[in-house]
């Protein structure tokens, strides 16, 4: 039995594939081995004598289920971490993440016109100064603190109605005590 390395070589050639995928028809050896050039190899390959074999599958099914357990969290314990907690998640990257959802929430306040400018600076300077650790925190803070000038507008417009009021009365009185001291020295006018 020859070895047909020639034919292989060739078959690979023409197919355009290594030698490792190329199959020969074991039944048919004497008529492999007797073509000798890349037009009889063709011809075997028309005839299905030689073909190249199908890739081997490569399967991901097992990767995809492993991901799909990680996303859960499974396999993701102390055992299994190489870096520390600072190199698994950048400190700088949650920093950077919490800065922009802050921003991004004080930014589309000040379009809705929810806050003014004044306060959208100072919690913008607050953001910055780590003093608000998520959305949550806040928005509380912004209602708290719109809660609280509205409080102080309330307060200060009763303050400027009631002294409007105080100096209206004190008008008032000044009036009539004008006109009782005039009526009074004409009543002395008149009895002298």
């Not at 379009?111 to 607050?126: T, V």
Request: with cysteine; glycine share 4%.
């Amino acid at each position: 039995m020859s070895l047909l390395r020639v034919q292989k070589r060739l078959a690979s050639s023409v197919l355009k594939c290594g030698k490792n995928k190329i199959w020969l028809d074991p039944n048919e050896t004497n008529e492999i081995a007797n073509a000798n050039s890349r037009q009889n190899i063709r011809k075997l390959i028309k005839d299905g004598l030689i073909i190249r074999k199908p890739q081997v599958i490569h399967s991901r099914a097992r990767v995809r289920e492993a991901h799909e357990a990680r996303r859960k969290g499974r396999h993701m314990g102390r055992g299994k971490r190489k870096g520390t907690a600072n190199a698994r998640l950048p400190e700088k990257v949650v920093w950077m993440r919490r800065m922009r959802v802050l921003r991004r929430l004080l930014a589309k306040y000040r379009e809705a016109k929810k806050i003014d400018r004044h306060l959208y600076h100072e919690l913008y300077k607050r953001c910055k100064g780590n003093v608000f650790k998520n959305r949550r925190v806040l928005m509380e803070y912004i209602h708290k603190k719109k809660a609280e000038n509205a409080r102080a507008k309330l307060l200060s417009d009763q303050a400027e109605a009631r002294r409007f009021k105080n100096k209206a009365a004190r008008a008032r009185r000044e009036e009539r005590k004008e006109a009782k001291r005039t009526e009074l020295a004409s009543s002395n006018a008149e009895s002298k």
